[in-house]
């Protein structure tokens, strides 16, 4: 009855996305008090501005985040959605309290290449576990679309802008091997993020124009298991009415559905691509997402 009676006040996905940006703080959390300020290691965005405070005055960084971000905040109060600003916040918060609990962690590393290549590994982890969890840890983004709606660049341009401005003070006020080691903490980060949010089983889309489509279809059904989808098209130069086939499916299955085209229409036109992430039957479910 407690349980039940739990589920009824949080439901469970609010719940699943709370717990979620918890353990995503933890972990930026542990990567920047054991790698990052050791190494004397720079970030880009708020915390980054606070990281640089923090060589400059010894603030601790736990506060001053939360300090930055307060009244970038009440600036988007009025620019964001209200869910994304509420679990900003939320995010913020646990990412200041986790700073101040983890502080007294010793450092992992002295070597500095190490320490920025598993700090932008665990950082992007934990950043990805945030981003999942519909949230964020810091107010840039907020600056970055009242900018966007007063100029003509995009929020990904000022974004970009804001970090290298931070990287440059770093590199004036400090020297210039901490930006550039920023550099490489920020790309490694931003790839591990896209890894987290995306999944690491990539799929291939395939694409077939041909003659036979109903063959082509009815094999890859038979021998893969795959659902297939099969529409019209219209060739542009000649004007032919054609026939496409477009399925979703693993690494693994690629040779086979080559060879199912080649065998029933060795003239086929086949384009493959890259789909990061796949939701739906044969592939991952909705759960978590």
């Known amino acids: 009855m407690h349980w039940r009676r739990f589920r009824e006040i949080i439901p469970w996905q609010l719940l699943q996305h709370l717990v979620g940006i918890i353990v995503g703080a933890t972990i930026v959390s542990v990567s920047i008090n054991t790698l990052i300020i050791p190494n004397q290691i720079a ?14 005055f010894l603030w601790p960084v736990s506060w001053t985040v939360l300090l930055l971000n307060l009244p970038l905040f009440i600036l988007g109060l009025r620019l964001v959605g209200r869910n994304f600003l509420v679990f900003s916040v939320v995010g913020v918060g646990m990412l200041s309290v986790m700073l101040s609990l983890t502080s007294h962690l010793p450092a992992l590393t002295h070597d500095t290449l190490l320490a920025v290549i598993s700090a932008g590994v665990l950082s992007g982890i934990g950043m990805g576990i945030i981003f999942r969890s519909s949230g964020s840890l810091g107010g840039t983004d907020i600056l970055a679309v009242l900018f966007a709606r007063t100029t003509s660049f995009s929020v990904g341009q ?12 770093v590199a004036i006020l400090f020297r210039p091997e901490m930006a550039m080691y920023a550099m490489i903490y920020m790309f490694i980060a931003t790839r591990v993020v896209d890894l987290v949010q995306e999944g690491l089983s990539h799929s291939k889309a395939v694409m077939v124009v041909t003659t036979q489509p109903q063959k082509i279809a009815e094999e890859i059904m038979a021998k893969l298991e795959r659902g297939v989808t099969l529409f019209q098209a219209t060739g542009a130069f000649s004007g032919d009415a054609k026939q496409v086939v477009y399925c979703v499916i693993n690494r693994t299955e690629l040779s086979q559905v080559k060879k199912i085209v080649r065998d029933q229409d060795h003239q086929a036109f086949v384009a493959i691509s890259e789909v990061p992430e796949v939701v739906g039957e044969g592939f991952s479910s909705w759960k978590g997402h």
Request: hydrophobic residues 65%.
């Open 158 to 169: 000022i974004l970009l802008g804001i970090d290298a401005l931070i990287f440059l003070a």
């Open 43 to 56: 970030d880009g965005g708020v915390t980054g501005i606070a990281i640089i405070l923090h060589y400059l």
